[in-house]
């Protein structure tokens, strides 16, 4: 079964630091992988994705990802963090054998520290 | 901007009384899918509509229904409705080319009581 985990509840990171949030993955056939981010009382926001193609993967807000095969991993990066980036993230792979639907991780919220 | 917008945005609901929650997509978004999120958890995938016609469901029980409709509106219904059911419900809209991204509204949080 199509799946991802985040192992971190919660990651504190100070204001202008680098910051990563973890994400592992679990498919069957090519990973469709997803990132997105909740702010309090909110829908989801998409922030990037992987399809195929670069392992580096660029998206909104400064945000990337890189895509690691052997790692199975999937990691949320921002090189300078701002106050404003502190939201739950979410990490999700998309399940087209069967469904379409999204899988997501239980996410991980993003304390920036001023 | 998403351009997916769910109505009402909140609701307080009585155990066994029924909710209607309405989503509008995206003009050329014939999938729709429907999500819930419980408080302190990612979002569970309900159903899923392409082009009017279910075609996948998640671990939900058949009191959770759906329609989708021509103008790319849709509807999430729920009967004998539980304390469990308490969640933000997330629509969510995409075109049908495998691998687009999925966009999602702001949800609707229902509350029961």
Redesign the interface.
């Known amino acids: 079964a199509q799946s991802v985990a985040q192992p971190e509840d919660q990651v504190n990171v100070a204001e202008g630091n680098p910051l990563t949030v973890k994400c592992t993955y679990s498919v069957s056939g090519n990973p469709?992988l997803?990132w997105?981010v909740q702010y309090p009382?909110?829908?989801?926001?998409?922030l990037l994705?992987y399809?195929t193609g670069d392992n580096l993967v660029k998206g909104s807000y400064g945000f990337e990802a890189e895509f690691n095969k052997s790692q199975t991993s999937f990691h949320l990066k921002k090189p300078s963090a701002l106050v404003s980036d502190s939201a739950l993230y979410?990490c999700a792979v998309?399940d087209?054998r069967?469904?379409?639907?999204?899988?997501?991780?239980?996410?991980t919220r993003l304390h920036i520290l001023p | 901007e998403t351009g997916v917008t769910q109505s009402p945005t909140h609701l307080i609901k009585t155990r066994g009384q029924q909710v209607t929650l309405r989503c509008s997509s995206q003009s050329g978004h014939n999938t729709v899918s429907w999500y819930q999120q419980a408080l302190g958890q990612g979002p569970q995938f309900i159903f899923q509509y392409y082009r009017e016609e279910e075609n996948g469901r998640g671990n939900f029980p058949p009191r959770f229904s759906g329609l989708q409709f021509p103008n790319y509106s849709s509807e999430l219904n729920v009967n004998a409705l539980e304390l469990d059911d308490s969640a933000l419900y997330l629509c969510a809209s995409s075109s049908d080319l495998a691998g687009n991204t999925i966009y999602f509204g702001e949800g609707s949080w229902l509350t029961v009581v």
Request: net charge positive; no cysteine; glycine share 12%.
């Open positions: 469709y997803f997105y009382n909110r829908g989801l926001q998409f994705k399809i979410f998309r087209l069967r469904d379409d639907k999204i899988i997501f991780g239980k996410g």
